[in-house]
């Protein structure tokens, strides 16, 4: 192998050490995808989905974007939405942000990257939502920190709003939104309160979860 050969070496391994363990592993997982959830995370390669939740590949549909944002216009994510929702029937939707994103710090700080600050113009937007909350925490770092939960929150409610759920919870498909941050420093998963099946509990749980 010309490129990258100690990525197939790896591969290799990992794949005869899972025909050890389960000589039908591959057979199974090649037949059929029916995960429960669906997982909206940062692109960060900190934050894998599989490996933190504990579950095996099949089990997880995923999709990740910088700093975990959901825009009604992006037709990437809606569509990945659709899909799990319409035709894998997941369950769950779990919005996962994470502490010490540099996404949310880039918003918070103001820094220009180029072409990904227009991207991050949705985070300044919930920046400005809650300047109020944001302006009386004492010091950078907690203001990063909370911004990212912020974040998620308001990313729950931008999922609430999107067409692929409210068509869902108006067909009274059985169908759950969560909102989780996960913390690089200790491996913790921590639940935000957004968790909601309608719209009326999804309103409750916003305004209880930004205080």
Known sequence: MKYLPELFEQNQRWSLRQLQDDPEYFQRLAAQQAPK??????????????????????????????????????????????YAIQVLRVEHVIVCGHYGCGGVKAALEGQSNGMIDNWLRHIEDVIERHSAVLEKLPDPTAKWRRLCELNVIEQVRNLARSTPVIEAWKSNQELMLHGWIYGLDNGRLLDLKTSARNRQELDQAYAAAIG
């Open 37 to 82: 959830y669906l997982w909206i995370g940062c692109s960060d390669s900190r934050v894998p989905a599989n490996q933190i939740t504990g579950l095996n590949p099949g089990e997880v549909f995923v999709h990740r974007n910088i700093a975990n944002v959901i825009v009604h216009t992006d037709l990437n994510s809606l569509s990945v939405v659709h």
